[in-house]
Every structure is written in structure tokens, then in C-alpha cells.
């Protein structure tokens, strides 16, 4: 059976929990080990002495050899497949390949694990508790094995040359809003605060870091312009169909200090792709 477990992202709507690269870790599905997974058991609690050993207790084996020699960065999307054995005979696999942001995977062995590899590349990881679920409620306990393939490894969107702040030319608003278009769009329709719309977006800190984006991750998201942060509610709606534009969103417009969210001001790329409930 399939689970999600990893994803933590940074989604702009404010009304549903951090989801998938969107949820701290997802709803999981979980099955117990069939007669022919218990046949290749893993001692989940002793890597072998053959094992890759680091300073935060995480152990990690090759079983197949990827190719050239590109390791992940935080901000980088990798395209995986996994299973997860726990202490208790369980094995939980992720189904289809599954596309993440490295930064954003909600389980610190894996991060550390997937930025040692290379793509086409199987690894076996051993993960102590505090490495894997952290005891987290309605998660594997204990220390855990992942068995990660690395398929692809996609470099993030480029950083904006302005992200550190709005350029003068950038239009502003009474709210302390400012934005720019990249590109502009098709026809004189807007969406109102109502309207739900499809989007394409990525989204840095003034410093560089991006922490979220539909663009890495290869597919648009929709929502409601009601049930997202001030800032977008605010800016989508300058917008027409088919234009991207940039917007610097203060903190007191974006997550207020929040714990878990981006802090201080965030700059965001969108593109409009449509309004789909006016």
C-alpha cells in the first residue's frame, strides 16, 4: 500500500495545514509485512559494519550505483520512489514516484540521506527516531529503514536578481503591497476575492532561499483567493489571465511571524493560468 509520509511544504493557503510539498507529513496507509517482505527482513535497529556512518547517527549503504556525480541541494526537487521498514515487521512504500523539494521533506534522515546520493542511485538508510518520525502521532515509531531510488534530480527556479527588495519602477499599494509584471497577460478580466483561480508560483525569502514552488514541483495549484495570505488575496487580483507578475509581500502581509512559515518579508513569481469560479 502506498503512504505519504515526507512532505512539508510551504502552501500559500492558510486555511489547510502545511501539505505534501504543500502537509507535515501526509495521511499515512500502512500494511504489515507480507510472508515473502518477512523473508528479507532487515535488522532495522543494527546497520551493518559496512555501512556509511555520520556525526547525527545516520547510516546509509549503496545497493545500486547511480550515475555521474551531482549530489541534491535543499532547494533542489528529486523525484523518488521508497520503502520504509520499521522495528515492528511493517513495510510501507510510497507507491508512484513521488517529486519533492529536498528542504522541505519532513524527515532530517532522509534530507541528509538523499543529499549523499547521485541520480539513478539505491540507497538503504538507517534512521534512529529522532532522524526519522520523531514519535510523531499516527507515525512509524522508532527507528526506521528507508530504501530510497533517486531518479531525477531538478535544480529549483532561478533567484530573482531583486529579491532583497522592490525595485523603484515596482507598482505600490496603500497596504504596503508591491509588485511588478514579468509578463504581462491576455484580456482585462480579473479575479475578485471571491474567485478561485489555477496558478503557477515559487516563492523565496529576501535572502535567496526559496521555500516553496508549483513550477518545481511541475504542476499548477488552485484555491479559492479567500483562504490565502493577505498579500496574495491582494495581489492575484491586479491580475489577468496569463500574466506573471512579482510581488514583495511584507510580513504583515504574508504569515505574521508565525511559527513553522517564512518570516519577514517574501517575494513570490506567479502566474496566472486562469480564473476558474468568478
Known amino acids: 500500500m502506498t503512504v505519504s509520509l515526507l512532505k512539508r511544504s510551504l502552501v500559500i493557503v492558510v486555511a489547510v495545514p502545511l501539505l505534501g510539498l504543500c502537509s507535515p507529513l501526509g495521511a499515512s496507509s500502512q500494511t504489515q509485512a507480507s510472508p515473502s517482505q518477512a523473508a528479507d527482513a532487515i535488522d532495522v535497529v543494527n546497520p551493518p559494519a559496512d555501512a556509511q556512518k555520520s556525526a547525527s547517527g545516520l547510516a546509509t549503504k549503496v545497493l545500486i550505483a547511480g550515475s555521474g556525480t551531482a549530489t541534491p541541494t535543499p532547494t533542489d526537487l528529486v523525484n523518488i520512489v521508497y520503502v520504509v521498514r520499521t522495528k515492528d515487521g511493517r513495510t510501507l512504500s510510497s507507491g508512484p ?30 534512521m534512529p527516531q529522532d532522524l526519522a518520525f520523531k514519535g510523531q502521532s499516527g507515525r512509524p515509531a522508532g527507528p526506521v529503514v528507508f530504501d530510497v531510488t533517486l531518479i531525477e534530480i531538478v535544480p529549483p527556479p532561478a533567484v530573482p536578481a531583486d529579491v532583497a527588495a522592490a525595485p523603484a519602477d515596482a507598482e505600490k499599494t496603500k497596504s504596503g503591497l508591491a509588485s511588478k509584471v514579468i509578463k504581462p497577460g491576455t484580456g482585462s478580466e480579473h479575479p475578485s476575492k471571491k474567485s478561485t483561480v489555477t496558478v503557477h508560483y515559487s516563492g523565496w525569502t529576501t535572502d535567496g532561499k526559496m521555500f516553496d514552488s508549483s513550477v518545481a514541483r511541475g504542476k499548477p495549484t488552485s484555491f479559492p483567493l479567500d483562504r490565502v495570505i493577505a498579500g496574495w488575496t491582494e495581489g492575484v487580483q491586479l491580475m489577468v489571465p496569463g500574466e506573471t507578475r512579482r510581488s514583495w509581500i511584507p510580513e504583515k502581509l504574508a504569515y505574521q511571524g508565525q511559527d513553522g512559515k517564512p518570516k519577514g518579508m517574501l517575494v ?11
Open 97 to 126: 514516484a513521488s517529486k519533492m523539494q529536498v528542504g522541505t521533506i519532513a524527515v532530517p534522515g532522509l534530507v541528509e540521506g538523499l543529499q549523499l546520493m547521485v541520480a539513478g542511485e539505491k540507497r538503504r538508510m538507517w
Open 268 to 278: 513570490f513569481d506567479v502566474e496566472l493560468i486562469s480564473i476558474d469560479d468568478k
